[in-house]
């Protein structure tokens, strides 16, 4: 028996499988926000509105999910980008989630994308304090404008009421909360204690394992989820659908987004409720 194949297989082998990897997304570096726990010193720290539409990164070359996949932004959407890195979301109004992630991550660009800006907070790896950061990105576009780029303002915080009262400002318009920045903080990545993202409700990602029957009215229907964790906690999530995601429920393996209140003694998420499945 011949182990060895013939080398013209071999050579078509090796370039399918490069291929084939040299397309795949690899996880992107970045920061990441804490919870706000209502003990820390924010006197004179940033806070601007948290929006919850698309994060994408600007490589200097091409626009990228967090995941580090490639979203086929229009060639107009990216004109005059700058060869710098650039983190912001991709956003068009308020309770708008669905609409701006089918916008954003269709394949074919749609006219859709008309509605979409990007919404820059941070310049990663650019040197100096953040407010120095996001100057560069400021005086590049007033040198190289592009009507859909904007830079999210931030507002210096005089302390916990002045918090108080901006996130019941920004919920009060329907938006999801607030972040909250050391503006002193050089640029760094992972889970920061510097950046804090401040809600009524907190929300977590899971992994869909398992889909449940309903009973009772919900018969015919899905009546929960299982979930898993990133830190390796399994429960049912079984409010916040609607009929149709009932009858049409996320697929196994699906990552989706879920808001509670709390956690009980053994770590599970209290009174969760469905918000979306996430596709980025």
């Known amino acids: 028996m011949n182990i060895f194949w013939p080398s013209f297989t071999r050579i078509i082998l090796f370039a399918l499988f490069f291929s084939s990897n040299s397309v795949f997304a690899t996880q992107l570096s970045l920061q990441k926000a804490t919870v706000y726990s209502g003990d820390e010193e924010i006197a004179k720290w940033y806070m601007s509105e948290k929006l919850d539409g698309i994060r994408g990164y600007w490589d200097g070359e091409k626009l990228l999910t967090r995941k580090g996949k490639i979203i086929n932004a229009p060639k107009w959407f990216v004109q005059n980008f700058p060869p710098f890195e650039l983190d912001g979301e ?40 953040f407010e120095l950061r996001l100057e560069k990105a400021d005086q590049w ?67 869909v394992i398992g889909i449940n029957k309903g009973k009772g009215k919900y018969k015919n229907m899905m009546g929960s989820l299982t979930i898993k964790l990133e830190n390796g906690i399994v429960f049912n999530l079984g409010s916040g659908f609607s009929d149709f995601e009932r009858k049409n429920p996320p697929k196994l393996n699906s990552q989706i987004t879920f808001k509670y209140y709390g956690y009980t003694k053994n770590g599970i998420p209290k009174f969760a409720s469905f918000l979306h499945v996430r596709k980025d």
Request: proline letters at 5%; glycine letters at 6%; charged letters at 25%.
């Open 90 to 129: 991709l956003w068009s109004s308020r309770k708008s989630f669905e609409f701006i992630q089918s916008t954003v991550l269709d394949k074919v660009p749609s006219e859709s994308w008309e509605k979409i800006t990007f919404n820059i907070f941070e310049v990663p790896n650019a040197k100096g304090n």
């Open 141 to 207: 576009f007033k040198k190289n404008q592009n009507e859909h780029v904007k830079i999210i303002p931030q507002i210096v915080c005089t302390g916990k009421k002045h918090l108080e009262e901006f996130l019941a400002l920004i919920e009060s318009k329907g938006g999801e909360g607030v972040i909250i920045k050391n503006p002193d903080q050089e640029y760094h990545t992972g889970r920061s204690p510097h950046i804090l993202k401040v809600k009524n409700s907190n929300d977590m990602e899971g992994i």
